[in-house]
């Protein structure tokens, strides 16, 4: 059985750090492409950021380019996401999720329909 458990989350003041990790059991990530999502409350599900199974390719959503990076060890089967100069409007329930790295895949990866198996969820709040 596939899963994926997010961690890493917690309360961070405005202009904080934090590390999420997910890690994958039941199934190897070297063929998946990895995406971080993210809920607020009363707001739909919006991509984070994505890698390919190679991790030679990586994109981010305009609102955090510059402050978080995306990683991953596939030797330990998990995936990172940096989270650096956190601001309040980052608070939500970050998910990740895996998809095969098929074509196209790359290119869609902060959209949610090619992901397939999802984690249950971090919550982050930035607050002072």
């Known amino acids: 059985q596939l899963q994926l458990v997010e961690s890493g989350g917690g309360l961070v003041q405005p202009g904080g750090s934090l590390r999420l990790s997910c890690a994958a059991s039941g199934f190897t990530l070297d063929y998946y492409v990895i995406g971080w999502f993210r809920q607020a409350p009363g707001k739909e599900r919006e991509g984070v950021s994505c890698?390919?199974?190679?991790?030679?390719?990586?994109n981010y959503a305009e609102s955090v380019k510059g402050r978080f990076t995306i990683s991953r060890d596939n030797a330990k089967n998990t995936v990172y996401l940096q989270m650096n100069s956190l601001k309040p409007e980052d608070t939500a329930v970050y998910y990740c999720?895996?998809?095969?790295?098929?074509?196209?895949?790359?290119?869609?990866?902060?959209?949610?329909?090619?992901?397939?198996?999802w984690g249950q969820g971090t919550q982050v709040t930035v607050s002072s």
């Open positions: 999720a895996a998809a095969l790295d098929v074509t196209a895949v790359q290119a869609m990866c902060l959209m949610a329909s090619p992901f397939r198996s």
């Open positions: 890698i390919s199974s190679s991790g030679g390719s990586t």
